[in-house]
Nanobody, 126 residues
Framework: QVQLVESGGGLVQAGGSLRLSCTAS????????MGWFRQAPGKEREFVLA????????YYAGTVPGRFTISRDNGKNTVYLQMNSLKPEDTAVYYC???????????????????WGQGTQVTVSS
């Protein structure tokens, strides 16, 4: 297992940008697919983006095309979520997830083998 710690959340005005970071510790020797989910108040947790171990494959949710990008630095055991042109509807708690091995699609991140961070709050004011 790995332990995940997110950072970089906060309060930002609409149109602004934030970069979230998620650093893994523990059994980081495995090749993990890593990704981001978010959960807005009163809503279910939803998938945002994920990236393969090599970084060659990314998975996007249809609701966030273009404005958000994901990247990773395996040397730092860290995955990033760059969020631009933020909107009030992006307000949510953002969760990092890591799943051992490759995935066939985002749904696989819900697998019981996945590890989750505690989340970081992003609030976008209008």
């Amino acid at each position: 297992q790995v332990q995940l710690v997110e950072s970089g959340g906060g309060l930002v005005q609409a149109g602004g940008s934030l970069r979230l970071s998620c650093t893994a510790s523990g059994r980081t020797g495995s090749t993990y697919t890593m990704g981001w989910f978010r959960q807005a108040p009163g809503k279910e947790r939803e998938f945002v983006l994920a990236i393969s171990w090599s970084g060659a494959i990314t998975y996007y949710a249809g609701t966030v095309p273009g404005r958000f990008t994901i990247s990773r630095d395996n040397g730092k055991n860290t995955v990033y979520l760059q969020m631009n042109s933020l909107k009030p509807e992006d307000t949510a708690v953002y969760y990092c997830v890591a799943r051992p091995g490759p995935i066939s699609g985002p749904a696989a991140l819900w697998d019981e083998s996945s590890n989750w961070g505690q989340g970081t709050q992003v609030t976008v004011s209008s």
